[in-house]
């Protein structure tokens, strides 16, 4: 079964620091999704990774393909960041599956 | 301008009742989503099209059926209302399962 799972399932951070949210899935992927969903309850699009690293501002997404996992890192954090960051898996095999995480609720205080 | 639109924004409906749920996206892409969030602010992937074509269906009641008259708009259809489902839709989409997706603003159905 294709499994993804996030950690931590809440975060409470001060403003400044650095945030690092992860993402484990059980089997080879084709790409790897992080979403943010606002409080507000509108869904944004951070990253589509299949490899490497991307970086977007504040926000870094990195992949390691043999350990199966992902992070997403925000640095010199905001409170404007607290929000639901989700990861979302894509598996092709002989049929199409995206399977996402539960979502961490980051919350940052001022 | 906006990318990806739901309509209607809010339905409150009685229960056995039959409605429907819309989603344009003028971004050219060939890949489209509906999502449900439930209570508990998880996000399941229901369907997906490409070019016309069902490309994802996961475990979902019979009485929900996704049409999509061209590529630039897929509907939800749901037969026969039940209170379970009460939630958040959310249309997406994105020029293929690899790429970026797109969000619309959600469809909050309540079912009473």
């Known amino acids: 079964k294709n499994e993804v799972e996030q950690s931590p399932q809440n975060l409470t951070a001060q403003e400044g620091e650095f945030i690092t949210i992860n993402c484990s899935y059980s089997?080879?992927?084709?790409?790897l999704h992080w979403l943010q969903q606002h409080p507000g309850g509108g869904i944004v699009s951070l990253f589509m990774?299949?490899?490497?690293?991307k970086k977007h501002g504040r926000l870094i997404a990195t992949i390691n393909i043999q350990e199966k996992h992902s992070s997403l890192h925000i640095t010199a954090s905001h409170p404007r960041d607290s929000a639901v960051y989700i990861c979302?898996?894509?598996?092709?095999?002989?049929?199409?599956?995206?399977?996402w995480g539960a979502g961490t609720k980051l919350i940052i205080k001022p | 301008d906006t990318a990806v639109s739901q309509t209607p924004k809010y339905l409150v409906t009685q229960m056995g009742n039959d409605k429907s749920i819309k989603c344009e996206q003028n971004?050219?892409?060939?890949?489209m989503y509906w999502y449900k969030q439930d209570s508990k602010k998880f996000l399941k992937i229901m369907f997906s099209?490409?070019?016309?074509?069902?490309?994802i269906n996961e475990t979902v009641p019979n009485r929900f059926s996704p049409k999509s008259p061209d590529k630039a708009h897929l509907n939800l259809h749901i037969n026969s209302l039940e209170l379970g489902d009460s939630a958040v839709y959310f249309c997406?989409?994105?020029?293929?399962?690899?790429?970026?997706?797109?969000f619309g603003p959600g469809t909050r159905l309540l079912v009473l």
């Open positions: 997406a989409s994105s020029q293929d399962l690899r790429q970026t997706q797109y």
């Open positions: 971004l050219g892409h060939d890949t």
């Open positions: 099209y490409n070019n016309k074509e069902l490309i």
């Open positions: 089997v080879g992927i084709s790409a």
């Open positions: 990774l299949s490899s490497g690293k």
């Open positions: 979302a898996v894509l598996f092709m095999d002989s049929n199409y599956q995206l399977i």
